[in-house]
């Protein structure tokens, strides 16, 4: 699967690389994360000529709540486990975070700092796995509790959706609410067209990777520690995507950017910024040229293999 991954679209490039694309036929469209403003897509209807199918998933999960109460009252439950397992999660990262930077700041010999900090940075890898499991486990519960799938509204809605995909020459992935975005595309099993390609930016791109992470240096409370959400639509292998990284990460800061260089590596962190085009290959490799953090905490373009 062929995904291009593009910068922030308030100055919009998407016409420009749809038309590059050369799509023969309607493009199916997933505003689901602007929430209510799903439908105020005007402005994305005419970047794509008018070709657009809004796959409406925002809709359809309202829908689902509305003629399905019991099943809308088990997901406000799910949510609520999951916002408690969340927090339980930062009190952690942020003990497991600050020994890293502690380390990196201590005075003495280089090479056993060095060994230390890839000893603490090792255990927060381990959490964010283990954290990304139990969210895992949550969610795999309730789907086996609920079987979602085989309820009448919701299947209904896959089955138009399917059909919708499956005659569409592109899928369109746009930001907002990552969360929204991500329970939706899931809940309506969202497989992108194998031989079709599909484009995204901010929170869709972020969606469509094995492991949704949000970020944030600068907030009202001071530095955020970046911190892993849960598992994305998996289409997009090995990448972790950082839309308006120069508004939303401390750069300069060489050592706090290595260790989230190092913490989601082998991944590849890809700065998505105003006018960022990248087209990922079926493996999710980026080509040369491609700006991503690298191990060392510089920001540096991917070489030729």
């Known amino acids: 699967m062929r995904v291009t991954l593009l910068g922030p679209q308030r ?15 309607p493009i199916a469209t997933i ?5 209510e403003r799903e439908p105020d897509d005007d402005a994305l209807s005419e970047q794509l000529g008018s070709r657009d199918v809004n796959l409406s998933l925002y809709a359809r999960w309202l829908d689902v709540q509305d003629r ?3 099943f809308a009252e088990a997901e406000r439950q799910l949510r609520g486990v999951l916002e408690e397992v969340q927090e339980i999660y930062l009190l952690r990262l942020d003990h497991a975070l600050q020994a890293v930077y502690a380390i990196q700041r201590h005075s003495g010999q280089d090479r056993l700092r060095a060994d230390a900090v890839a000893e603490a940075l090792a255990a927060v890898r381990e959490l964010d796995a283990a954290h990304l499991h139990r969210i895992g486990d949550i969610r795999g519960e309730f789907y086996q509790a609920w079987q979602p799938h085989d309820r009448p509204v919701i299947a209904e809605h896959c089955a138009t959706v399917a059909r919708l995909l499956g005659e569409a020459a592109a899928l ?17 099993d969202i497989v992108p067209p194998p031989c079709s390609p599909v484009i995204a930016w901010s929170a869709g791109a972020m969606a469509l990777t094995d492991r949704i992470v949000l970020f944030h240096d600068r907030s009202l409370q001071g530095f955020g520690h970046s911190e892993v959400f849960g598992k994305g639509l998996g289409a997009l292998h090995g990448v972790v995507p950082l839309p308006h990284a120069r508004a939303r990460l401390l750069l300069n800061d060489t050592p706090r950017m ?11 962190c890809v700065l998505l910024e105003n006018g960022t085009r990248v087209d990922t290959d079926a493996d999710g490799t980026c080509p040369p040229g ?6 060392d905490g510089h920001v540096t373009a991917l070489e030729a293999a």
């Not at 100055?11 to 036929?25: I, K, N, Y």
């Not at 505003?31 to 929430?35: D, E, F, K, V």
């Not at 491609?290 to 191990?295: E, K, S």
Request: aromatic residues 8%.
């Open 258 to 268: 290595a260790v989230f260089a190092r913490r989601f590596a082998p991944a590849r």
């Open 172 to 188: 369109v992935v746009a930001g907002g609410h990552v969360g929204v975005l991500a329970h939706t595309l899931q809940l309506f």
């Open 11 to 25: 100055r919009p490039t998407l016409g420009a690389v749809a038309a590059s694309l050369q799509l023969a036929g």
């Open 290 to 295: 491609t700006r991503v953090l690298a191990g």
């Open 68 to 70: 399905n109460p019991d």
């Open 31 to 35: 505003t689901a994360g602007w929430q």
